[in-house]
């Protein structure tokens, strides 16, 4: 086992609480999702406003409103990694979760993080299903052991660091429901921040599932059209999958090393609304608090945020009460929602969104909001309609919001050359 | 940094009140485990329930269609603020942090909203059901009742969840605009989670959990939950919350433990709280602190209460600041009397104890400690 208290002990006993505020790098990052298997892939979607919403084909949906999920390909996710029976064993979850540790792990090897803090809502969640159908039927119960010991939600985050670093360094796995990955980046920012930790890898997963859909489905959140977030005529969310990885290291010890910093986190904000276990408080007030705060964390105005990825679910209420909250902070700021492209991925969602925000700033794009035909009527949003575009992005927002009133909001900024 | 133990407040099967569990553990009182079956197996199990009078004067519009594990948090974070003096206001909600620790989940009504979906379609899906079958929804509910409206986390994990937690409401508490962290950590039982670890061959089909045991015959679910409120200053200090670790394979975690159990052992170690539950934890546990520590007296509270998963590691603790307090320590029941660790076989004094070590051992891959002192 690497020894993780060393590095830690310095620290412990000290308050340093936020007045001594280090710099945040994110300094490698990985992506698995519907728009593709790594950033270059990912930067390619975005940039050609791809829709990679297709019919489900993992399990019956036949009796379900929707139809369609952002899907990532088991084909792909198992090509290269080991055939031994182990790799067979684990769950697609923790396949994506090799897939994206191990290209930020390309891109710094060096990287030993101290700390890994990982979002997701629902784990191995098909494996449980396998296992009760396979107790309903009286089916071949052979595989339990096997579906029982990979469903756990830390699995997958054990998994890939054993598969890719060969250790795992402590693990705390965060299930706020859909804001579950934007709260662990957000909450590995204040641990390197607050000088804590020197190196934190964080992000989040989460691979689809018939209980996660259907429940969606029973719900009426989801839809059996597009996904039209913002839009007059959105009808619901569409779900999707993913997994995505950013390495977080003090600013100055990563340029001490010589490490190539690709972006800033620079805020995060968190809120609970308790208006209701599903729905937002209808006035936008969850969002926006969890927004300004983001804000004053960074010490920033909204005036300087360039770009907003919003949380952007294309329901009725969330869209509603997250359009009322921008427009009430910012005042015309390009907002777009990746999810209208990929789907809701729940708790990888604000990770791969951070991806997204990432390339935004080393790409100097716009990523688009597709499917769109016109802005609701009570909303005064500043849409990237359908198109990518050009622009100067120094600051993005990132914003997601979840079932029981949590709420959270990072901010990054572009590191000049 | 180190943080205090302002409240307490538990929910066990052996009842509620943390003092009143406490003075039964004392005299060496075993929860009675009930028998637990499902109309389509043939297989039953027992398990550790928490006794309803434990959840009388709980009412709350949140709690009104909410499963148990969000029930028994409810009650455990309320009888921690109540211990504590400390009264929630709008003055005061944005000064608290919430953090959950949850291994299993909603798992009776997961299972009865997947149940609905398997036996006549997803026509039949419950949208009642569903946003129970949500990880972080006890602590929703929990948030909405004390109106927090800041910082509310859930963690999951293994058996090492809670103190997973409580090291995280370390790093939460660096933000010094918070005065206050409710960690609570809640797990409900069901048959199906029984057969889970059963099949994992994890579990017995009845008591006693036998701790230390050559045999490892294996654990009995207990449920219920605990929870501890954190200050900045109190009597009883946690002085040292381990980042803890991962073994990937289980041989690996006896090393991993000595490891943790040097980091913390920085001074006289009075008394352990193990996680011992009659599976191959007990053989990594046993192995680390009789080498690193072999001084120290033993207890682990699982025979009695029964292995909680997601609620154990805050009941340790819980444990750990009473016989500090107290100044004694339960026995541990059905354990090996040849075993060379030094067991509590019988109810203990402990004049002079000053500090403790509390141990989670998760049977999926997690381990965590860290050092508790009276001031």
Same mark, same amino acid.
């Given at each position: 086992m690497t020894n993780f208290l060393p590095s830690h002990t310095a620290q412990l006993g000290s308050t340093t609480g936020e007045k001594t505020l280090g710099r945040v790098a994110v300094v490698a990052a990985g992506v698995v999702s519907p728009l593709g298997f790594g950033l270059a892939e990912t930067l390619n979607s975005l940039r050609q406003a791809r829709d990679c919403v297709t019919a489900v084909t993992r399990f019956s949906v036949a009796q379900c409103r929707s139809k369609t999920a952002g899907q990532v390909s088991d084909d792909r996710l198992l090509a290269g990694l080991s055939k031994g029976l182990h790799a067979k064993r684990l769950h697609r979850a923790s396949h994506m979760m090799i897939h994206a540790l191990g290209e930020a792990m390309t891109q710094a090897p060096q990287f030993t993080p101290e700390l890994i803090v990982i979002g997701t809502t629902s784990?191995?969640?098909?494996?449980?299903?396998?296992?009760?159908?396979?107790?309903?039927q009286s089916a071949d119960l052979r595989r339990a052991p096997t579906w029982i010991a990979n469903y756990p939600a830390q699995k997958p985050v054990i998994d890939a660091q054993q598969e890719v670093l060969g250790v795992s360094a402590p693990c705390q796995v965060i299930a706020n429901a859909c804001a579950s990955?934007?709260?662990?980046?957000?909450?590995?920012?204040?641990?390197?921040?607050?000088?804590?930790?020197?190196?934190?890898?964080?992000?989040?997963?989460?691979?689809?599932?018939?209980?996660?859909?259907?429940?969606f489905d029973s719900l009426q959140a989801s839809t059996p059209e597009?996904?039209?977030?913002?839009?007059?005529?959105?009808?619901?969310?569409?779900?999707?999958?993913?997994?995505?990885?950013?390495?977080?290291?003090?600013?100055?010890?990563?340029?001490?090393?010589?490490?190539?910093?690709?972006?800033?986190?620079?805020?995060?904000?968190?809120?609970?609304?308790?208006?209701?276990?599903?729905?937002?408080?209808?006035?936008?007030?969850?969002?926006?608090?969890?927004?300004?705060?983001?804000?004053q964390s960074a010490r920033m105005s909204a005036g300087e945020v360039d770009y907003v990825n919003a949380h952007g679910t294309a329901t009725v209420f969330n869209d509603a009460a997250e359009g009322m909250a921008i427009s009430a902070l910012f005042n015309g700021v390009p907002v777009s929602s990746s999810k209208s492209m990929m789907g809701h991925s729940l708790g990888a969602a604000g990770a791969v969104e951070a991806v997204v925000c990432l390339l935004a700033l080393t790409g100097q794009f716009l990523p688009p909001n597709i499917n769109f035909d016109a802005l609701d009527d009570d909303l005064d949003l500043n849409i990237v309609a359908n198109k990518s575009r050009p622009a100067a992005v120094r600051m993005a927002l990132s914003n997601s919001f979840g079932f029981g009133g949590t709420n959270a909001s990072i901010l990054m900024r572009r590191v000049e050359a | 940094m180190s943080l205090a133990i302002a409240g307490m407040g538990w929910v066990t099967p052996l009842g509620k009140g943390v003092d009143s569990v406490w003075e039964r553990l004392l005299h060496g009182d075993e929860a009675s485990a009930a028998a637990i079956s499902e109309q389509f197996a043939e297989r039953s199990y027992s398990a550790f329930r928490v006794p309803g009078s434990a959840l009388t004067g709980l009412a709350h519009p949140r709690l009104r269609r909410a499963s148990g594990i969000s029930r028994f948090a409810a009650a455990a974070g309320l009888d921690a603020l109540r211990s504590s003096g400390v009264k929630l206001d709008s003055q005061n909600a944005e000064q608290i942090a919430l953090i959950f620790a949850i291994s299993n989940g909603g798992v009776v009504y997961t299972k009865r909203f997947?149940?609905?979906?398997?036996?006549?379609?997803?026509?039949? $899906? +419950?949208? &009642?059901?569903?946003?129970?079958? %949500?990880?972080? /929804?006890? $602590? +929703?509910? &929990?948030?909405?009742?004390?109106? %927090?409206?800041? /910082?509310?986390?859930?963690?999951?994990?293994?058996?090492?969840?809670?103190?997973? /937690?409580?090291?995280?409401?370390?790093?939460?508490?660096?933000?010094?605009?918070?005065?206050?962290?409710?960690?609570?950590?809640?797990?409900?039982?069901?048959?199906?989670?029984?057969?889970?670890?059963?099949?994992?061959?994890?579990?017995?089909?009845?008591?006693?959990?036998?701790?230390?045991?050559?045999?490892?015959?294996?654990?009995?679910?207990?449920?219920?939950?605990?929870?501890?409120?954190?200050?900045?200053?109190?009597?009883?200090?946690?002085?040292?919350?381990?980042?803890?670790?991962?073994?990937?394979?289980?041989?690996?975690?006896?090393?991993?433990?000595?490891?943790?159990?040097?980091?913390?052992?920085?001074s006289e170690t009075d008394f352990v709280i193990s996680s011992a539950n009659g599976t191959f934890i007990d053989q990594a546990e046993e192995g680390a602190l009789e080498t690193v520590i072999p001084d120290a007296i033993i207890y682990t509270p699982k025979p009695a209460l029964g292995e909680s998963v997601g609620a154990s590691g805050l009941w340790q603790v819980i444990l750990g600041a009473q016989a500090l307090r107290h100044r004694e320590i339960p026995p541990v029941l059905h354990a090996n009397p040849n075993i060379s660790l030094r067991l509590s076989f019988s109810r203990t004094p402990l004049p002079r104890a000053r500090q403790a070590i509390v141990l989670s051992s998760g049977v999926n891959q997690q381990l965590a400690g860290l050092r508790l002192g009276i001031r």
């Open positions: 784990g191995g969640m098909s494996y449980g299903e396998q296992y009760y159908r396979s107790l309903r990955g934007t709260n662990a980046i957000g909450h590995a920012f204040k641990c390197v921040r607050s000088g804590r930790y020197r190196r934190v890898l964080t992000g989040g997963y989460d691979a689809l599932s018939e209980l996660v859909f259907t429940g597009k996904c039209r977030p913002f839009d007059r005529h959105r009808t619901g969310m569409v779900l999707g999958e993913g997994a995505a990885i950013l390495a977080l290291e003090n600013l100055d010890l990563a340029r001490k090393r010589g490490a190539t910093v690709l972006a800033e986190i620079v805020g995060y904000g968190i809120s609970t609304d308790n208006f209701h276990i599903t729905q937002p408080d209808p006035s936008g007030i969850g969002a926006q608090q969890a927004m300004e705060r983001a804000l | 997947y149940s609905d979906v398997v036996e006549t379609g997803a026509q039949s $899906a +419950s949208p &009642l059901l569903f946003p129970e079958t %949500v990880f972080n /929804a006890p $602590a +929703s509910h &929990l948030a909405a009742i004390l109106r %927090v409206c800041g /910082a509310t986390y859930t963690i999951v994990g293994d058996g090492a969840v809670g103190l997973v /937690a409580l090291k995280m409401a370390e790093d939460v508490m660096t933000d010094e605009s918070l005065d206050y962290c409710l960690v609570v950590g809640t797990e409900e039982v069901d048959w199906l989670l029984c057969d889970a670890y059963w099949r994992w061959r994890l579990l017995r089909l009845a008591p006693p959990i036998e701790p230390f045991s050559k045999q490892k015959r294996g654990m009995i679910l207990g449920e219920g939950a605990g929870a501890i409120l954190l200050a900045r200053t109190g009597s009883i200090a946690i002085e040292c919350a381990h980042p803890g670790g991962c073994y990937g394979k289980r041989t690996e975690a006896e090393k991993i433990l000595k490891e943790m159990l040097r980091d913390l052992d920085q």
